[in-house]
Antibody, heavy 122, light 106 residues
């Protein structure tokens, strides 16, 4: 079945870096745009970034632009989120999610991964 | 585009019917989805394109609306429906969500 599994979360200090991975299976990965979202503890959902199926188009939320980089390796069915210059307010569960058709990134998301917790704290 | 859900919290009993509203700060055509999230779990898609039911989702869930006003209706609530519900617009970037509606057991 379609599955997304995030990894790479952890506890880091402000100003440091972390790279999240999202391994996909059960669908034609290279045809799907993929997103990262996050959810701070007890808060709602926030869109972070999107990458097109080819990797040629990427968009970011203003809150992470210039600090986070989304990328993908279609040969490994994996999407990444490189997070640099981390701040306390980046603390959240990070989810990857798939666009369930061959349309562009502006779409509904299905499914979502189980999430990876990133804690930024000194 | 800002999405405002109402109410923010709702208490209901098993068997009740409930409606959650989602209002957009500008028109999003029918480019709106609804998700269910339970504590400790990822969101799950319920409705896309404002009113299309995702395969495998019970028919007691329904969505309606277009432009700036949308509703999610759950008829005959079941115990497993008590969760938080979010609307999401995909008309333009940045993708945005409503603040969530927490549905609790009365």
């Amino acid at each position: 079945q379609v599955q997304l599994v995030e990894s790479g979360g952890g506890v880091v200090q402000p100003g440091s870096s972390l790279r999240l991975s999202c391994a996909a299976s059960g669908f034609a990965f290279s045809y799907s745009a993929l997103h990262w979202f996050r959810q701070a503890p007890g808060k709602g959902l926030e869109w972070v970034a999107v990458i097109s199926s080819s990797g040629g188009e990427r968009f970011y939320a203003d809150s992470v632009k210039g600090r986070f980089t989304i990328s993908r390796d279609n040969s490994k069915n994996t999407v990444f989120l490189q997070m640099d210059s981390l701040r306390d307010e980046d603390t959240a569960v990070y989810y990857c999610a798939r666009v369930p058709n061959e349309a562009g990134g502006l779409n509904w998301l299905d499914p979502w991964g189980q999430g990876s917790l990133v804690t930024v704290s000194s | 585009i800002q999405l405002t859900q109402s109410p923010s919290a709702l208490s209901a009993s098993v068997g009740d019917s409930v409606t959650i509203s989602c209002r957009a700060s500008q028109g999003v055509r029918r480019l709106l989805a609804w998700y269910q999230q339970k504590p400790g779990n990822a969101p799950k898609l319920l409705i896309y394109d404002a009113s299309s039911l995702r395969g495998g989702v019970p028919s007691r869930f329904s969505g309606s609306g277009s432009g700036a006003d949308f509703t999610l209706t759950i008829s005959s609530l079941q115990p497993e429906d008590f969760a938080t519900y979010y609307c999401q617009q995909f008309n333009s970037y940045p993708i945005t969500f409503g603040q969530g509606t927490r549905l609790e057991i009365k």
